[in-house]
């Protein structure tokens, strides 16, 4: 069963329009600055690669769980445990990912988790979803959990 995402939380769309306005900034600045194309360009490859690989879907069969991208799949494995979250959000550490640009994804760690991954779209706490799985523990966050939570728990195909 595929599942869409949470619509984008305002700090998520924040973060995003505040980068793209600053990617035409830098390249309207580099048709006047040489130098400045090389930046261009790293800003213009990152946006590209952090819209690619912003979860589209959440794939829950046979008792797994699949975040679906633009490009790709990333397979997360069995779902041991799974839970909606509880409570506000901790202050959490980005270790590697994408820290809002059209989602938050890749390595965080907090004290209520230690390390885990997550393919969010929205930080809103209402859309988001524990798992455990064979990866560890995953945070994603479905625009229905509770069709994500029912899914989750029949092994839905």
Known sequence: MQLTPAPMSTDIK??????????????????????????TAIVGVTTVICYLYTPVAYDVSH???????????????????????????????????????FAGSGLFWNKTFGFFRAYVTSSKTRYLVVVESDIGKVVVSPKHPGEFLHAAGSGAD
């Open 63 to 101: 008792g797994n769980l699949t975040i679906v991208f633009h490009v790709g799949r990333k397979k997360c494995g069995k779902i041991l445990e799974y839970s909606q979250w509880h409570g506000r959000i901790p202050m959490t550490l980005r270790v590697w990912g994408n820290g809002g640009l």
């Open 14 to 39: 924040v973060i995003t329009t505040v980068m793209l306005v600053v990617f035409v900034a830098v390249f309207i600045a580099s048709l006047y600055y040489t130098l400045l194309f090389l930046v």
